[in-house]
């Protein structure tokens, strides 16, 4: 599966920090940087390696009719119901759709309306644990 050029991204790093940007080229689990636009203009490619994980935004009025309703508009696709566990120890809930031991990562759908994320790609080697729920 592959994110598209131009979605508005959070990108967080192994150290703690964080870029928000624009997806400047599409993005699949098989890349191993990620290349985006900063509001300032820079172009940044970063390896796969520096990152814990990528943020995809919802789109601000998806969340607000989300965050009314108390439910998805969207519903995620089919998949495991998963708990991701960082070395960091933070503990993020969703759907995960397909994870493949080659990729750099996989695609984490969170089920929670309140979320800011419409998708998250979790880079594998910032995982502590990966539960598989259901």
Same mark, same amino acid.
């Given at each position: 599966?592959?994110?598209? =050029? @131009?979605?508005?991204? *959070?990108? !967080?790093? !192994?150290? +703690?920090?964080?870029?928000?940007? %624009?997806?400047?080229? #599409?993005?699949?689990?098989?890349?191993?940087?990620?290349?985006? #636009?900063?509001?300032? /203009?820079?172009?940044? !490619?970063? &390896?796969?390696?520096?990152? =814990?994980? %990528?943020?995809?935004?919802?789109?601000? !009025?998806?969340?607000?009719?989300?965050?009314?309703? +108390?439910?998805? *508009?969207?519903?995620?696709?089919? @998949?495991?119901?998963?708990?991701? #566990?960082?070395?960091? /120890?933070?503990?993020?809930?969703? %759907? *995960?759709? #397909?994870?493949?031991?080659?990729?750099? /990562?996989?695609?984490?759908?969170?089920?929670?309306?309140?979320?800011? &994320?419409?998708?998250?790609?979790?880079?594998?080697?910032?995982?502590?644990?990966?539960?598989?729920?259901?």
């Amino acid at each position: 599966m592959a994110r598209s =050029k @131009g979605h508005e991204i *959070v990108l !967080r790093y !192994r150290d +703690g920090t964080l870029s928000r940007c %624009v997806l400047a080229r #599409e993005f699949t689990p098989l890349d191993f940087a990620v290349e985006a #636009e900063c509001d300032s /203009g820079e172009l940044l !490619r970063v &390896n796969i390696s520096d990152l =814990k994980a %990528v943020f995809f935004l919802k789109d601000p !009025r998806r969340r607000q009719a989300e965050m009314e309703l +108390g439910t998805m *508009v969207d519903q995620p696709p089919a @998949g495991a119901p998963a708990r991701v #566990e960082f070395f960091d /120890g933070e503990i993020i809930h969703g %759907v *995960v759709h #397909e994870y493949r031991m080659e990729d750099s /990562g996989f695609f984490l759908y969170p089920t929670s309306p309140e979320s800011n &994320n419409e998708l998250v790609f979790v880079v594998a080697r910032a995982i502590n644990t990966l539960s598989l729920e259901g």
